[in-house]
T-cell receptor
Framework: DQQVKQNSPSLSVQEGRISILNCDYT??????FLWYKKYPAEGPTFLIS?????DKNEDGRFTVFLNKSAKHLSLHIVPSQPGDSAVYFC????????????FGKGITLSVRP | KAGVTQTPRYLIKTRGQQVTLSCSPI?????VSWYQQTPGQGLQFLFE???????NKGNFPGRFSGRQFSNSRSEMNVSTLELGDSALYLC?????????????FGPGTRLTVL
């Protein structure tokens, strides 16, 4: 049973526009949510996170929104740049010190020049 | 600070063989996790080691095993390889001192089983 779902496998946007990447989860025990970005031939790199006590976290061009009642989060990238083209993974974990990360299947974002 | 390193980067094996992958975490990190990435399946958790003990395990058959050494370096072993084991195997380390536990990934080992 997939606890973290990224239902859209790909997204294409024009440079300068907003990219919105969505993620849904089923486990109400998740307390932390993270986004990772992955380029080909490299490992994923951490992008931004949010805890369940917040509904928004912003870091430069990247903002993550959390809707706990809907068990939904989204990553907004504004403005999108061609260098943002990568696979984006949503991940979630519980609050325990040894709680493992559960990843979604990823979304391939393509930003057209 | 050096990042997570994985060796080898690429590996080609045949069905039935076994393979050992190695991971050196970031200095000071005591937790090492292993993931399998295949097209369309995302990152699937294999197991996590902390201070030489397996602390979490994913839903993989017993052919997949691992261990961690006293210097936190970790190895993953896959025995009796199957074609479906072809994947990118990623190792991640973390210090687990704060939450959320940000994991730092290595570049991965690309395993091809023929």
């Amino acid at each position: 049973d997939q606890q973290v779902k990224q239902n859209s496998p790909s997204l294409s946007v024009q440079e300068g526009r907003i990219s919105i990447l969505n993620c849904d989860y089923t486990n109400s025990m998740f307390d932390y949510f993270l986004w990772y970005k992955k380029y080909p031939a490299e490992g994923p790199t951490f992008l931004i996170s949010i805890s369940s006590i917040k509904d928004k976290n912003e870091d430069g061009r990247f903002t993550v929104f959390l809707n706990k009642s809907a068990k939904h989060l989204s990553l907004h990238i504004v403005p999108s740049q061609p260098g943002d083209s990568a696979v984006y993974f949503c991940a979630a974990s519980g609050a325990g010190a040894n709680s493992k990360l559960t990843f979604g299947k990823g979304i391939t974002l393509s930003v057209r020049p | 600070k050096a990042g997570v390193t994985q060796t080898p980067r690429y590996l080609i094996k045949t069905r039935g063989q076994q393979v050992t992958l190695s991971c050196s975490p970031i200095s000071g990190h005591r937790s090492v996790s292993w993931y399998q990435q295949t097209p369309g399946q995302g990152l699937q958790f294999l197991f996590e080691y902390f201070s030489e003990t397996q602390r979490n395990k994913g839903n993989f058959p017993g052919r997949f095993s691992g261990r961690q050494f006293s210097n936190s370096r970790s190895e993953m072993n896959v025995s009796t390889l199957e074609l479906g084991d072809s994947a990118l195997y990623l190792c991640a380390s973390s210090h687990q001192l704060t939450l959320p536990d940000e994991q730092f990934f290595g570049p991965g080992t690309r395993l091809t089983v023929l």
